[in-house]
C-alpha cells in the first residue's frame, strides 16, 4: 500500500487536478485500513463510549477535536523534520517513552472506569457527569499523543511524512499544504465516519439497559490497547 500512495502522491506532483487528488484521498483511505488507522479508531470508539455523555452534538464534537489533535501532531512533526532532519531519528527514539507514558494511562483509565482502581466511574469527574467539564482537551490530547508516539514508527506515516516534508522544500507551503491536507482527510475519514456511526447508535443505547455493558467493553478496549502500547514499546 506504501508504493501505491507514493505514486499516488507523485502523480498529484506531475499532474495536479481533482482527479489526481480524489485518488490520493482514496489511496491514502485504503492505506489506513492497513495502518495505525486502526488504532486510532479503537481509541475514539473507546472513548467515545466510556463518555457518559448522550448529546450528539458534543459526542461529534469530540471526534473532531480528536481529529484536530491528530492533525497537530503531523504539522508539528513535518514542520521539525522540515526544520531539522537530524531530529527524526530522535523522535523515533522518543516514541517509545511516549508509547510506555501513553499504554499506561489508557490502561489506568479503563481499569478505573471499571472501577478496578481508584473511586471507579461512579465517582469520576470525567466519566460521570452528564456534561464533563474537560472531555473536549481530552479527545484533543488523546490524538495529539498517539500520533506522536506511532507515526514515525507506522510504516505508512512515516514516509508518508517524510514525503510531504519533501514536497514542502521543493514544491513550498501552498503545494505542500494541498497535497497534506489530502492526505490528512484521507487518514482521517475511517475515523470520522466511525464516530459518527457510534455517535448514531449511542443515541439508541442510551435509551436502553445496554449502555452500561456497551461502557464496560469499550474499558475492556482501552485497558488491551493500553497494554498493546506497552508490549510494543
Request: proline share 2%.
Amino acid at each position: 500500500m506504501q508504493e501505491l500512495l507514493e505514486e499516488a502522491a507523485i502523480s498529484t506532483i506531475r499532474n495536479p487536478s481533482f482527479s489526481s487528488l480524489t485518488n490520493l484521498w482514496g489511496t491514502t483511505v485504503l492505506a489506513m485500513l492497513t495502518s495505525c488507522s486502526l488504532l486510532k479508531t479503537l481509541l475514539i470508539g473507546a472513548y467515545l463510549l466510556i463518555l457518559k455523555l448522550r448529546d450528539w452534538r458534543r459526542l461529534f464534537s469530540n471526534v473532531m477535536i480528536f481529529v484536530a489533535g491528530t492533525g497537530f501532531s503531523y504539522l508539528l512533526l513535518g514542520v521539525i523534520i522540515v526544520k531539522n532532519p537530524s531530529w527524526a531519528t530522535l523522535l523515533v527514539r522518543g516514541s517509545t517513552l511516549l508509547y510506555i507514558l501513553l499504554g499506561v494511562v489508557l490502561s489506568v483509565i479503563g481499569a478505573m472506569v471499571l472501577g478496578l482502581l481508584g473511586p471507579g466511574a461512579a465517582r469520576s469527574n470525567l466519566f460521570s457527569r452528564k456534561e464533563p467539564d474537560h472531555d473536549l482537551w481530552a479527545a484533543f490530547t488523546l490524538g495529539a499523543a498517539v500520533v506522536l508516539a506511532e507515526s514515525l514508527s507506522c510504516h505508512i506515516c512515516n514516509p508518508t511524512i517524510k514525503i510531504i516534508s519533501a514536497i514542502y522544500g521543493r514544491q513550498g507551503w501552498a503545494f505542500a499544504t494541498l497535497i497534506s491536507g489530502t492526505v490528512f482527510w484521507g487518514q482521517s475519514t475511517i475515523i470520522v465516519v466511525v464516530g459518527i456511526i457510534l455517535t448514531m447508535l449511542k443515541q439508541l443505547w442510551a435509551q436502553s439497559e445496554s449502555l452500561e455493558y456497551v461502557q464496560i467493553a469499550a474499558s475492556i478496549i482501552l485497558i488491551l490497547v493500553g497494554l498493546n502500547l506497552l508490549w510494543l514499546a
